[in-house]
């Protein structure tokens, strides 16, 4: 069964950094979308950064620059680092994985919605002061 634990969320100033990680258990599933998403009050949950099975990752243009993906080399933990936080920043992040049949690379991982993605964690949050 799928399990995602988000950590590492947090309370930084402006121009500050985090690290978010996701411990993932993933079985029996060996191709599949992971990403990071974000939800901020009164606002729609958004993807921030997709990697497929494969190792192909993407960013929206709001974070380009700013976060880095990477994966632990079994693959079992996807941290999300980010620099040079904004205030717009601040939101509960998700980690998710959609298992599919097969993919097409990490911004084809982050163009599926948010209710394509079966499996959640429970979110942390991020808050950014400024």
């Known amino acids: 069964q799928v399990q995602l634990v988000e950590s590492g969320g947090g309370s930084v100033q402006a121009g500050g950094s985090l690290r978010l990680s996701c411990a993932a258990s993933?079985?029996?599933?060996?191709?599949?979308?992971m990403s990071w998403f974000r939800q901020a009050p009164g606002k729609e949950r958004e993807g921030v950064a997709s990697?497929?099975?494969?190792?192909?990752?993407s960013y929206a243009d709001s974070v380009k620059g700013r976060f880095t993906l990477s994966q632990d080399n079994d693959k079992n933990t996807l941290h999300l680092q980010m620099r040079s936080l904004k205030p717009e920043d601040t939101a509960m992040y998700y980690c998710?994985?959609?298992?599919?049949?097969?993919?097409?690379?990490?911004?084809?991982?982050?163009?599926?919605?948010?209710?394509?993605?079966?499996?959640w964690g429970q979110g942390t949050q991020v808050t950014v002061s400024s």
């Open positions: 998710a994985v959609d298992p599919v049949s097969r993919t097409y690379g990490g911004s084809w991982c982050r163009k599926r919605t948010a209710g394509e993605y079966n499996y």
């Open positions: 993933i079985y029996p599933y060996s191709t599949y979308c």
């Open positions: 990697i497929d099975s494969n190792g192909s990752t």
